[in-house]
T-cell receptor, first 115, second 113 residues
Framework: EPEVTQTPSHQVTQMGQEVILRCVPISNHLYFYWYRQILGQKVEFLVSFYNNEISEKSEIFDDQFSVERPDGSNFTLKIRSTKLEDSAMYFC?????????????FGPGTRLLVL | AQSVTQLGSHVSVSEGALVLLRCNYSSSVPPYLFWYVQYPNQGLQLLLKYTTGATLVKGINGFEAEFKKSETSFHLTKPSAHMSDAAEYFCAVRNRGAQKLVFGQGTRLTINP
């Protein structure tokens, strides 16, 4: 069964460093998402992406964050200058369509620790 | 703004007992409703969802959930718990026309032998 994959599974970085989290969505899906879960808190929506542009984003998704689909398979989340509070589990998801009853399929997550 | 509340961050039941995980949402217009399960070191896996039609929906692994509009609830149940059901369960909603999922805080289910 097709699945969403994410790399790396864990990443440790120093405050102020740039990090890139990578995701390979399910191949025929057109909508891509990033969510994050800070330890002990809810899973929060960051951004959705369709047709090479951001279609929806939350207040969390400020200028420090960016997303890109650099090729036909990868979808990346970049954090330009990491802060301690960016430490979280980051989930990538994808879906065939963007609204309605479409299921979003999630990857296993990347655990980011900012020191 | 839409919010989702899962009553109980930890639920513990005996093997073979009824599992009941509660979920309430806040919007007056019924959204699309989802339950996801997360096993250790894995992603969020869809258990079941409600979109329209029959309010009792069946999912994988013997789970089912009932949408009750009057109570703005979408509680998850399983008649007989199995050790393999131990996991974290997330209720999520999506407003019609929106893309983002709004999650509850999750409920960790423990099964006692």
């Amino acid at each position: 069964e097709p699945e969403v994959t994410q790399t790396p599974s864990h990443q440790v970085t120093q405050m102020g460093q740039e990090v890139i989290l990578r995701c390979v969505p399910i191949s025929n899906h057109l909508y891509f998402y990033w969510y994050r879960q800070i330890l002990g808190q809810k899973v929060e929506f960051l951004v959705s992406f369709y047709n090479n542009e951001i279609s929806e984003k939350s207040e969390i998704f400020d200028d420090q964050f960016s997303v890109e689909r650099p090729d036909g398979s990868n979808f990346t989340l970049k954090i330009r200058s990491t802060k301690l509070e960016d430490s979280a589990m980051y989930f990538c998801a994808s879906s065939e369509a963007g609204v309605g009853e479409e299921t979003q399929y999630f990857g296993p997550g990347t655990r980011l620790l900012v020191l | 703004a839409q919010s989702v509340t899962q009553l109980g961050s930890h639920v513990s039941v005996s093997e073979g007992a009824l599992v009941l995980l509660r979920c309430n949402y806040s919007s007056s217009v019924p959204p699309y409703l989802f339950w996801y399960v997360q096993y250790p070191n894995q992603g969020l896996q869809l258990l079941l969802k409600y979109t329209t039609g029959a309010t009792l929906v069946k999912g994988i692994n013997g789970f089912e959930a009932e949408f009750k509009k009057s109570e703005t609830s979408f509680h998850l149940t399983k008649p007989s718990a199995h050790m393999s059901d131990a996991a974290e369960y997330f209720c999520a909603v999506r407003n019609r026309g929106a893309q983002k999922l709004v999650f509850g805080q999750g409920t960790r289910l423990t099964i006692n032998p």
